[in-house]
Every structure is written in C-alpha cells, then in structure tokens.
C-alpha cells in the first residue's frame, strides 16, 4: 500500500465509531467497575497524543523527498488514536472513571519516541500497537459491558491496520540496511517488546487474566504477533489486513 492509499484509508475511515450509541444505557456491574477502572485509565491516556513529534518526522521526510503523503497519513492517523481515546473516556465519563493526565509508563514511551529519532520512535510505537491488539482482546472478555465491547471491537480493527501501516514505514526506512544491522535491529524489537510485556503485565495482569491472558499467553500472543510483523518489514511477508472475524 501507498502512503497515499493509506492516507485516503485514514481519512475515509474518520467515521469508523458512528455505529457506537454511547448515549445508550450500558451495564458494568461493581465487580467489573473495579477490576478495569485503573487499567481503562491509563490505556485511554496512552490512546491520547498529540503526535507533535511524529509529525515533525514526517514534515522532515516530506521535506526530503517532496512527497506529503506519508505526512497526510500521519495526521490521520493520529486522528485515529485521538478517537479511541475519545470513545474510551466516553466510556470512562458513563461509569465516573476519572481521566489522569500522566501516567509512567506512558511518559517513558513518550520520551523514547521523542528523543531516539524516527525509526526508534516507529519501533517504539510498534511495540505499543501490538500490546494494544492484545490487550484489547482481554479488554473485551474482562466485562460484559456492550459498551467497552462495541469500543474493544473498533479499537482492535484499527490496531490491525496500525501494525501494518507502521511495518511498512520500517520496511521503507530499513530497506537497504545491511544484514548485520537488520539482525541487531530485530533482535533490539524483540528485547523492547520482552520488557514492555513484563512492565504491562505488572501494572494490568488482573485485567488481562481475567479476559483470558494469564503471562504466558499475554507474552505468546504478543511475540506472535511481533513476528509477523518482523515478517512483514524483513521478510517480504505481504503488508495486509488479515480476516476481521479473526480479531474478535
Ligand atoms: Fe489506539
Ligand atoms: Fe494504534
């Protein structure tokens, strides 16, 4: 896919929460308020960015090459983020979940893709994209709001793309590097992810078994899914969106 078809795909899917009536009454029982309250917030608040130093790289790279479509998808895609953290501080507003506005795991990704240049911040940003697909999945089976639900289900379509729009921005950025330095590179994807699963688990293990991630399948899942992606930017594995029935 083209920056430019991946562009037109942000923008064209700006509609992608309509389906959802957040003014509908919605069920979460105490137990369940209990159990995801302090997760939900700090997931919504890692949702919330402004994108400031991504579209910097961007704006360098059509500066560069003179092409603004990567810049185009870029901003839409922050779009895209900034409404799942809309849609979940929707949820948070029906159930009295207060926002935060800081959180230290957040700031440490955000400071990571602020000071380690474009391809370490798309790195960085990979590994949230992936804990995000799994985590949502858990998300979904930890409550029987329909609310969260419907949200969980937007949220892990749009991160499937996300994995693979970032996949092709590193397959572009690391297309003529040497084998030595794809093999450093990749192994540096695999300790970064090995860490976050550790530190997100600390923090949302309670959350993330009961929706059926116990550490074990949470770390699985997660490295299944950085391997396909490595798949995607090393290997020549085809960038595409897989079946979505898969994902729910
Ligand atoms: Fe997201
Ligand atoms: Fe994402």
Redesign the pocket.
Known sequence: MSYQAWANYFEQHANHFDHIDFEKPDDLSLDELRLIKTSVRQFQRG?HSEGKHLMQYAKEQTAYSGDDSYERAIQWFIKE?QR?AIGLGKFMHTHGIRKITSDPVDNIFRAMRRYLGFEQSITVLLTAEII?LIYYRALHKATASPLLQAICNQ?LL??ELHINFQCETLKEITADRPAAIGFLSRNWQRFLLAGTVVVVYTQHGKALKVGGFGFSRFALASFKTLERSIDMVYNNAPIQRRQEQWVV
Do not use: T, V
């Open positions: 949702e983020e799942h995000s949220i749009d991160e």
